[in-house]
């Protein structure tokens, strides 16, 4: 798999899955989510579509409350090889359609895992950042530790 240039560091859209795969609007792919969310028993806090003006780059968000935990999903439009605002849209759409289907898949593994196991890295802690935004920060340890006993807590289950 190709990769944009080193500053990004994520594949190009073109390489990945879902370019030029459909029709439906980002909006409709976020909607969709957002109903799945709901179904489950969730409460849908924010749907966004954003950009990172430091970095140039677009991205769609959910924030969902299920019961007291919180969690975010973001997902970054990939740059394309070149560049074409033709083909700005269609990586928006393959965004959107990628956290649809996570967000999919997620909630199918929250039947069995509960939802706390299944999200557990866009979990948010106590500094507002999710458990994958500390992946590389050690001092956070004890926020991401002092979430992990609740991960099998039986209420847990929709």
Do not use: N
Request: charged share 25%.
């Amino acid at each position: 798999m190709k990769t944009s240039p080193a500053h990004t560091a994520l594949p190009f859209a073109e390489t990945v899955s879902y370019w030029k795969s459909g029709t439906s609007s980002p909006d409709k792919w976020l909607s969709d989510a957002a109903a799945l969310i709901a179904k489950r028993g969730g409460q849908l806090l924010i749907s966004a579509f954003g950009v990172d003006q430091t970095i140039q780059r677009e991205a769609y968000c959910l924030r969902f409350r299920f019961k007291e935990d919180l969690f975010s999903l973001t997902w970054p439009v990939l740059p394309t090889r070149r560049g074409r605002p033709d083909e700005q849209q269609a990586a928006r759409r393959q965004a959107a359609t990628m956290l649809f289907h996570d967000v999919k898949a997620k909630l199918l593994a929250a039947e069995v895992l509960g939802m706390r196991r299944a999200f557990f890295s866009h979990l948010l802690l106590g500094d507002g950042r999710t458990v994958v935004d500390h992946a590389q920060d050690v001092a956070a340890l004890p926020q991401i530790l002092e979430a992990t006993p609740r991960l099998t807590a039986p209420e847990d289950h929709p």
